[in-house]
């Protein structure tokens, strides 16, 4: 069994015992997340595609941790007029593990 769902501008395949890293969320680790935005949920031989959503299903997950992914370097550069400007960003991330995929 697994599902297709949406978060933070995202789609992530999950399978329940599975982790996966979404942008961050709020509360805190340890308490359980509900999402609600599910596109597709596959079991087995049967497949719910929904028109956007699949009415009635969720998935539930529990935060593992916050945490922040590799740094990116933004390098900024124009020739001949002396301007380079470095900086980097580290985009935070909230690490879930799955318990279980809902339908109605």
Do not use: C
Request: charge should be positive; charged fraction near 25%; avoid cysteine.
């Amino acid at each position: 069994m697994y599902a297709v769902i949406q978060t933070g501008g995202k789609q992530y395949t999950v399978r329940p015992g599975g982790t996966l890293n979404v942008e961050k969320l709020d509360g805190e680790a340890g308490s359980e997340v509900e999402l609600t935005d599910v596109l597709m949920v596959a079991d087995g031989e049967m497949v719910s595609v929904g028109v956007p959503l699949v009415s009635g299903a969720k998935v539930l997950a529990e935060i593992v941790e916050h945490g922040k992914g590799k740094k990116v370097i933004v390098f900024k550069y124009k020739q001949k007029i002396r301007y380079r400007k470095k900086t980097g960003h580290r985009q935070q991330f909230t690490r879930l593990a799955v318990k279980e995929i809902v339908t109605a």
